[in-house]
C-alpha cells in the first residue's frame, strides 16, 4: 500500500471513532449512500494503518477504491479530501506519493483546486507560473475558473492565506518581526479586497 492508502486508513478510523460509529452502522451509512461495503470490509480497509507492524496480515487488509472513498465520505458527512490528506495544514511534511512530499498547506492547497503541487526547488520564476497556469486550465470546472479568476476572488484569497500564514507564526520574540510584517501585508490586502468588491459593485446593474 502506498502512502496515500496508508492516510485513507488512518483518517476512516479517527473519523468513524469522532462520529462514535460501529463498524456495522458505517456500513449501514454507507449502503444507504447507494454502495455496498460490508463492516468487514471496512475493517480491512482501516487495517491498512497497522501494516508493517506485525499485527495483521496481507489478507487482512482491503485497499479503498474511489467509490469506496466517496461513499465513505458521504456516510461520515465529511468531503473526500478528509479522507485522502492528512488531518494537518501547516508547514509539516506531507507524503503524496513516494516521490512527492510536500508541506501540509500545499497539499491541502492543491487538493483544493488552489495551487500545484508540481513545483520544485530547481524552478525558476517563470517555470514556476507556467505549471501553476498548467494546474489551472484544468483543476477546476470552468465555472469555478471564472470565478477564481475574479481580481475580488484572487485578492480574497491572498488574504485567506496572508491570514494563514500570520497565524501558523508561533508568538516567540524571534518571530515578532516576521509577524509584525505578516500583520501589516494582511491589512494591505484587506484594503485591496474593498477596492476590488468596490469595482465589481460598480459593475452591476443599478437597483429598480
Known sequence: MGPTACTVAENLRRLRDARGLSLRTLSQRVEEAGHALSADAINKIENGRLLGTGDVGPKQVRRADADDIVALALALNVSPLT???PPTAGDGPVTLTDSVTV???AA???AEGRQTAAQTAADDTAAQHERQEAY????LPPERRRLESLPAVRSARRLYETLAELISIRPTAGQSTQAAAQGRAARRRHEQLGHEIDDLMDQLP???
Open 83 to 85: 479522507l485522502l490528506l
Open 108 to 110: 491541502w492547497s492543491w
Open 206 to 208: 443599478p437597483p429598480q
Open 136 to 139: 489551472e486550465a484544468l483543476a
Open 103 to 105: 508541506t501540509g498547506r
